[in-house]
């Protein structure tokens, strides 16, 4: 099942949105490392956060100059939308991180990072196939067990860090951290989910 005929340039431009998602993760997976320069860290990725922004409005731009597009306008929106909302989550976290001046993660953090990591990269593979959406299946799939098993993995953090261990100040740090990590995994759901919508649509 292919999706209905339109200008194929929106498939170059959800594929370049995704693949600078998912280069913006990688920065934030670096800034993990011990001992990673979150400073310099946060510049390059802002400087993501604003290439993703120019991706998103390149996207509006072009689906609102009465160019045919392959799939329907509302999910052009929401799908351009889905992506940006996923970057700006990593940037913010990134940013709360070095404004914070948190040093040390809880393991858990890496654990959703990681999650996140794989999310990016199935996201940027799964965008150049949008052209046949059967093919997507396994993508949303995948999407939703990884949400799952960061949702496990939040739930713990939460436990950890209002454990005793951490005194109050930090606490409210690493919640915020965290709570902004979850958001940008469930963003991923959502973009799955829209693209599981969009292929149900066109079937």
């Known amino acids: 099942m292919r999706l209905s005929p339109g200008d194929p340039i929106f498939y170059d431009l959800f594929t370049a949105s995704a693949q600078n998602l998912r280069a913006g993760v990688r920065v934030l997976s670096e800034a993990l490392a011990p001992d990673a320069d979150r400073a310099a860290l946060v510049a390059t990725l802002k400087d993501i956060e604003h290439t993703g922004d120019e991706h998103t409005h390149d996207i509006m731009k072009r689906v609102n100059s009465g160019t045919k ?16 909302d996923i970057l700006d989550d990593v940037e913010a976290a990134l940013d709360f991180m070095v404004l914070y001046r948190v040093k040390d993660l809880p393991t858990g953090v890496a654990a959703m990072v990681d999650v996140l990591d794989r999310a990016a990269e199935l996201t940027a593979e799964a965008m150049p196939r949008l052209r046949t959406a059967a093919q997507l299946t396994k993508y949303w799939i995948e999407i939703n067990r990884l949400e799952n098993e960061a949702d496990q993995t939040y739930r713990r953090l939460l436990a950890r860090i209002f454990s005793g261990e951490y005194d109050a100040l930090t606490v409210h740090k690493l919640k915020d951290v965290i709570e902004i990590l979850e958001s940008a995994v469930d963003g991923f759901e959502t973009v799955a989910n829209i693209v599981e919508q969009i292929a149900l649509k066109e079937s």
């Open 69 to 84: 597009p392959p799939f329907h306008r509302d999910d052009i929106y929401r799908l351009a939308g889905g992506l940006d």
